[in-house]
């Protein structure tokens, strides 16, 4: 579960890409073990489709959706609607979140990805740690960020997220520490 996918399985897994978050496919009662047996607490659909799953399916404190149309640039307020929900979702005591789409390609990665960004954490070193973990994602996609959403998430974020609570759950899963401002 926690391995690198190959492409045969890649659509089954859960991805860490810190202690806290995780990024994947659709949330669908056919992954719920997979949520479950992680330790999953919370859900952020952030896909076109809406959630199937409800809080009492499993041990999961809040189940979310924040639609983000794929491929076209995320509207600033969908950007930091969604930041807003991840970051409260993730101050809760031991949460872990699972953010999804439907493939976990390009919104799960990049909403991931812009609230590492909004975090204090480099975009490139945000980048490789999802990417290291869910190698077919694209973080960052560029048909859903532009520069000026990008920095004003940035921006946004220094205001809004830091310092951070719960500064371990932007970790690596692998046990390693991030220097955040």
């Given at each position: 579960m926690e391995g690198k996918a190959t492409p045969f399985d890649v659509r089954r897994i859960?991805?860490?890409?810190?202690?806290?978050?995780?990024l994947g496919p659709f949330a669908s009662p056919q992954r719920l073990s997979t949520l479950v047996a992680a330790g999953i607490t919370h859900i952020l659909n952030v896909g076109e489709a809406p959630s199937v799953l409800a809080a009492n399916?499993?041990?999961f404190r809040e189940i979310a959706w924040h639609p983000i149309v794929d491929l076209e640039?995320?509207?600033d307020e969908s950007a930091i609607n969604c930041l807003l929900k991840l970051h409260g979702m993730l101050c809760e005591r031991e949460a872990r979140v699972y953010v999804h789409c439907i493939a976990g390609l390009n919104r799960s990665p990049t909403i991931v990805w812009?609230?590492?960004?909004?975090?204090?954490?480099?975009?490139d070193a945000a980048k490789r740690m999802i990417t290291r973990q869910a190698q077919d994602a694209v973080p960052g996609h560029a048909r859903l960020?532009?520069?000026?959403?990008?920095?004003?998430?940035?921006?946004?974020?220094?205001?809004?997220f830091l310092p951070h609570p719960r500064l371990d759950a932007l970790d690596p899963?692998?046990?390693?520490?991030l220097a955040l401002p």
């Open positions: 859960v991805f860490p890409v810190s202690r806290s978050i995780w399916d499993g041990p640039r995320m509207p812009l609230y590492m960004v909004a975090c204090g954490i480099d975009p960020v532009d520069t000026k959403l990008i920095e004003r998430i940035r921006g946004f974020g220094i205001g809004a899963p692998d046990g390693d520490k």
